[in-house]
């Protein structure tokens, strides 16, 4: 008898199945699935889904170290927001600067790094922060220095502080002041550095007469020739000197004072001070600065362009180093450390003056390659700016004033034959009015600060000029560093209320 | 308030209406306070005495409501002095 080969009305036993089988093989399964065995997916889906969870995965670990180390720095910190504070006192408070980088239309690039990277562990300290951002290049060096004017005309007595109806206790000036000093400052960046420092030479350097720069430059423009009548009355302008301020519309060829009228009456104006009113020993600069808060630097590189962005892409995938860096960074400037701001000794400045005076020439590397100062912080940041916008921003300047001026005479002529009626309206002119003279001349007025402003700025911030620096400074700076690494537990700090 | 322009009535007018809108603010506040601790404070009245927790409670609540006002007045102070000067700068 076979136990092999049945026949149809006695086929084999199955052998006995074992485990899972046996209790899966009733469940409506297809039996065909119960004997496969485990295999790989096709070779294009592997390739698909290892790609794929690749980037998932990095980009995952990538957030997840970033929280971690956020809350890493945060909980070192976070103690000192449980510290009671009388109900009279404030809480300290740092002002944080953040320039336009150049060649990018978003000038807010520098204060989003300090708010998405260093703000969150200020926060969790308690500490209190002031932005000040730069909309153009150049706004940060001209805020500072008019703050830096405005301190110095309230110390020599020339304006009087304002004093409200009652005097709280916190607000008395030495106290601003020492307020001001303890909180610090952060600068965001080379170019905000460049902008700062820029500014308080400026303000320690410059005269202390109330200057609007709106007025200034109208009285410039006045002179310059664009608005002239192609006529030659050039016997007439010669005549009329600048000192005849009221308009006289009855001499039509010349239109020039029309822009004193415009501006006065857009403020109301206190009367202004005399330049002359000033003598010239409290006008001069002093030869020695107040202490000045320390500074916390911050180093950023904004990435821009086509070429930039396989570096762009580098940075999505690991913003855990600009965490990491934005926390230190904060950390320093809560824990309070500061030493003093590092600059080359006197006589390699004075030799790299002399010797670099054509600002076309790119800067000889001499202060480069001595040991590297605070001067020179976050140099490599410049290399990252866009060649093109570097090269071409003057460029761009001139060619968009040429174009305005001139299709500016155009403009002129029909204003003023409309004005004058030698000439009706047309009927697309009856409703579409073309500007007339005086909102002309508002136009250039706004279109001319802008450039110069702009030129202005970029001439601080190129990144062939160096930091600017003044022997005056140079005991009077200070920069947070990190606490000294023997472990004093009370290291240097200075006290942070 | 102006006090150099009003002769003496009219000045112990405003001094008497001054000094009692304070009392109105003043009783306000207490009845505020009041209410406030004791919302927070007493949960539970199983016992109609105030037990050390509570008592405790109490002292911390008007401590700090007290301190928050004087520092919301500061504040607050400082805040219009500053509109004023820059409404007067202008």
Redesign the interface.
């Known amino acids: 008898m076979s136990s092999t080969g049945g026949d149809s009305a006695f086929p084999t036993p199955k052998p006995p199945q074992s485990g899972v089988r046996t209790v899966l093989q009733y469940t409506g399964i297809p039996p065909s699935w119960l004997d496969k065995r485990p295999s790989l997916p096709s070779r294009n889906w592997l390739i698909f889904l290892s790609v794929t969870s690749a980037v998932t995965g990095y980009y995952i670990y990538d957030r997840q170290q970033c929280k971690k180390i956020r809350q890493e720095y945060v909980d070192q910190v976070k103690d000192l927001a449980a510290q009671p504070l009388g109900s009279m006192e404030l809480p300290r408070k740092v002002t944080v600067y953040g320039a336009k980088w150049l060649g990018d239309e978003d000038y807010d690039r520098s204060m989003k790094y300090f708010r998405k990277y260093v703000k969150p562990v200020l926060v969790a300290a308690a500490v209190d922060y002031d932005m000040i951002k730069g909309r153009r290049l150049g706004d940060i060096a001209r805020r500072v220095a008019e703050d830096i004017r405005a301190e110095r005309r309230l110390m020599l007595g020339l304006d009087q502080p304002m004093t409200g109806p009652m005097q709280l206790p916190g607000t008395s000036p030495e106290e601003r002041r020492r307020r001001w000093l303890e909180g610090g400052l952060v600068i965001v960046g080379r170019q905000t550095l460049k902008e700062y420092m820029a500014g308080l030479k400026r303000g320690w350097t410059e005269g202390l007469e109330v200057v609007d720069r709106e007025e200034q430059l109208a009285k410039d423009l006045e002179n310059d020739g664009k608005f002239d009548e192609p006529e030659p009355e050039s016997s007439l302008d010669s005549s009329l000197g600048d000192d005849e301020p009221i308009p006289t519309p009855s001499r039509i060829p010349t239109s020039r004072p029309f822009s004193v009228l415009t501006s006065p009456t857009l403020r109301v104006p206190p009367p202004p001070k005399p330049a002359d009113g000033i003598p010239p020993h409290l006008n001069a600069p002093p030869a020695v600065i107040p202490p000045q808060p320390p500074m916390l630097l911050v180093s950023f590189t904004n990435h821009i362009g086509l070429t930039q962005i396989p570096i762009m892409i580098w940075d999505f995938f690991n913003e855990r180093y600009k965490v990491r860096d934005g926390a230190e960074a904060a950390l320093k400037l809560i824990k309070g450390c500061t030493r003093p701001f590092t600059a080359p000794p006197p006589e390699v400045l004075s030799r790299a003056e002399e010797a670099s005076t054509d600002p076309a020439q790119p800067q000889k590397p001499f202060l480069a390659e001595l040991s590297p100062t605070d001067l020179d912080f976050d140099r490599e940041a410049e290399s990252y700016y866009k060649k093109s916008a570097v090269r071409d921003f003057l460029k761009e300047i001139e060619a968009a004033r040429k174009s305005y001026y001139d299709g500016l005479a155009k403009k002129l002529e029909t204003a003023r034959a409309l004005a004058r009626g030698t000439r009706e309206p047309t009927k697309e002119e009856k409703n579409y009015p073309p500007p007339t003279e005086v909102e002309l001349r508002a136009e250039r007025l706004k279109k001319e600060l802008r450039w110069r402003s702009d030129e202005e700025g970029f001439s601080i911030v190129r990144p062939e000029k160096d930091v600017e620096w003044d022997e005056r400074f140079r005991n009077v700076l200070k920069v947070y560093t990190d606490p000294p690494q023997d472990s004093k537990s009370d290291g240097a700090p200075t006290p942070s209320p | 308030m102006d006090f150099s322009q009003m002769n003496p009535a009219e000045q112990a007018h405003m001094t008497r209406v001054i000094e009692r809108k304070q009392m109105q603010d003043f009783m306000r506040m207490y009845s505020n306070l009041v209410e406030r601790c004791f919302n927070a404070c007493c949960n539970d009245f199983t016992s109609k005495a105030l037990s050390s927790k509570e008592e405790q409670c109490v002292l911390n609540c008007t401590d700090k409501f007290l ?2 006002s ?2 919301v007045g ?1 504040r607050f ?2 805040h ?2 500053e509109m ?2 820059s409404a ?3």
Request: overall charge positive; hydrophobic content about 35%; aromatic content about 0%.
């Open positions: 301190k928050h004087e520092r500061a102070a400082e219009n002095a004023m000067n007067v700068q202008k």
